[in-house]
């Protein structure tokens, strides 16, 4: 079966997302986890050190900038699941206006990012990656506060990690998770609308909501 767009937003709005076994495999999978990993947008957690990090860290953030770069970021890694053929897909999304990406600057150089895909009031975390200290925790900082200013409900991290876990993120049953996305996907939501607030308004916000 060719992968398409519209057959990867299907997939989204079903619960499975796809997967390779590495960059050099042509094969791809489908899968649709018992346990799926969610990051709740009001229990994002902003560590004391990662604060300052936000206020002190002269790091610029930009949206939608440089996807394709952030999506070869994520990539960058001995082992990926990302092949050329989901690469291209995801490249499609995004001219489409289904995919985002989140990238972190510093000094002019790209540091870190996040990119997902939209449908509806959920977004489909699907990779971040980091070329400097705690680039990629900043970045789901800053993501966290944009999917709940533009109106999203659901943030699916697919699979949960220490890393993820100790920024807030839990895991959910599979039924769960259906009808939190079942909710969602009726949403209207538009990851392009709200503004990249200052560090200090992040954090303000952040920690009302936290």
Known sequence: MMLTPQLLLQA???GIFPMSEHRDDP???WVDPKR???LPLDGFRISRSLAKRIRNGGFTITVNRDFSRVV????????????SEIFARYLDLHHMGHAHSLEVWHQGQLAGGVY???????????????????ASKVALAYLIDRLRQAGFVLC???????????????????SAYQRRLQQ???LKADFTVPEIPQPHLLLQRMTQTS
């Open 12 to 14: 989204y709005s079903v």
């Open 27 to 29: 094969e791809i999978f």
């Open 36 to 38: 799926r990993g969610i």
């Open 72 to 83: 070869e970021g994520c990539a960058d890694r001995p082992d990926t699941w990302i092949n």
């Open 116 to 134: 997902g895909v939209s449908l509806g009031g959920a977004f489909f975390g699907e990779s971040m990656f980091s070329r400097q200290r705690d």
């Open 156 to 174: 699916d991290t697919q699979f949960i990690t220490d890393h993820l876990a100790s920024l807030g993120a839990i895991e959910i049953s599979r």
């Open 184 to 186: 969602a996907k009726e």
